[in-house]
């Protein structure tokens, strides 16, 4: 499939769906490893070879004030623009052979079709941007989510106006990890945060908290003052740290360096945090104004208890406070 993110210029081609904009000569990839110059087209490798498929818990995603209770059709390809030694995916993202089942987006919708959404996660999907679409095309009647690093290009943001929500890993707050840990920059993910806000679409934060890396109180601080910039209404899902792939000598995060994560997030005033990877009170979501009990969550079983919901907004039954989120 020939991308329609990219342009020619003289013997190379620049690819366009993400922030590192890669000139390629013929023959050769892109970062991600899954768009390659053809005789001076840029090829997408990985359209229609799905090497993961899975009928997922929305919450999964993840996204708790989009659907919740919902199962989501989910999929994704192998490859990856970020280089993250701590990936816990890495065996899909960080696979350079293609690989995966061939399915047309017709066959997908027809697999997907007893679920409310769609959604294009378990690696980085700005890179398959193109396939996403065309599944979008043929799925018109379903909800959208990419499950994101957020460095996706200004030009692929602009064609994302079939996408309704959008998780976005905020990996850090400090440009040094993210150079030398995902070989990118802070900045284009803190922008890619603001303008896909700015377009209307629904967007949840994700953080993977790892000791001695990204958890300093500094950093968290810097960071929920950012978020609550944005939006303080925007979830945040603080997630604990396992060791795994390049990272196997950093110890997990306890639940106690959660808690810390937490209550900055909260001193900042971002009113709706969450622990994740963790069984906890802090799955569920209360209330900012009342703190009642609005969704309780146990392991992926979801219980709406305290919300009265009219024809566009979520409502707290206790004190009418309008809960921010996508519901219908």
């Known amino acids: 499939m020939q991308c329609f993110l990219s342009k020619k ?7 366009l769906a993400c922030r590192h904009k890669c000139l390629i000569a013929e023959g050769k990839r892109g970062i991600c490893g899954v768009r390659e110059n053809q005789k001076g087209k840029l090829e997408l490798l990985v359209y229609g070879k799905v090497i993961a498929k899975h009928i997922d818990p ?14 989501i ?3 994704g390809t192998v490859g990856c623009n970020f280089k993250c030694g701590f990936c816990q995916n890495f065996s899909i993202s960080q696979e350079r ?9 017709e066959q997908i919708a027809e697999e997907a079709k007893a679920y409310p959404s769609m959604a294009y996660t378990y690696n980085e999907p700005s890179i398959f941007f ?3 679409s065309d599944i979008a095309k043929v799925t018109k009647e379903k909800k959208q989510v990419f499950v994101s690093n957020g460095y996706f290009s200004e030009e692929a943001l602009e064609k994302m106006d ?5 998780n976005i890993d905020l990996k850090s707050y400090n440009d040094k990890f993210y150079r030398q840990q995902c070989g990118a920059q802070l900045r284009f993910v803190c922008e890619n945060i603001q303008k896909a806000k700015e377009k209307g679409i629904w967007i949840e934060i994700t953080t993977l908290l790892i000791p001695g890396e990204n958890d300093s109180e500094a950093e968290l601080r810097e960071m929920a003052r950012f978020l609550a910039s944005v939006d303080p209404e925007m979830p945040w899902h603080i997630s604990a740290f396992h060791p795994d792939y390049k990272m196997l ?24 945090v969450y622990l994740g990877n963790v069984d906890s009170q802090y799955n569920h979501t209360y209330c900012p104004k009342c703190n009642k009990v609005l969704i309780r969550r146990e392991e992926f079983k979801t219980k709406v208890d305290g919300l009265q919901f009219d024809k566009k907004n979520a409502r707290c039954k206790s004190c009418d406070h309008t809960i921010k989120g996508v519901w219908k």
């Open 162 to 166: 079939f996408v309704d929500a959008i």
């Open 97 to 105: 052979e293609i690989v995966g089942s061939t399915l047309k987006p």
């Open 9 to 15: 210029e003289g013997d190379k081609v620049r690819c």
């Open 130 to 132: 193109e396939f996403a």
């Open 249 to 272: 000598d950093k110890r997990s995060t306890s639940f106690q360096d959660m808690l810390k994560a937490y209550n900055i997030a909260k001193e900042e005033k971002m009113a709706y």
């Open 73 to 75: 059709y989910s999929i």
């Open 58 to 71: 929305i919450e999964k995603k993840p996204l708790y004030h989009f659907l919740p209770g919902s199962k």
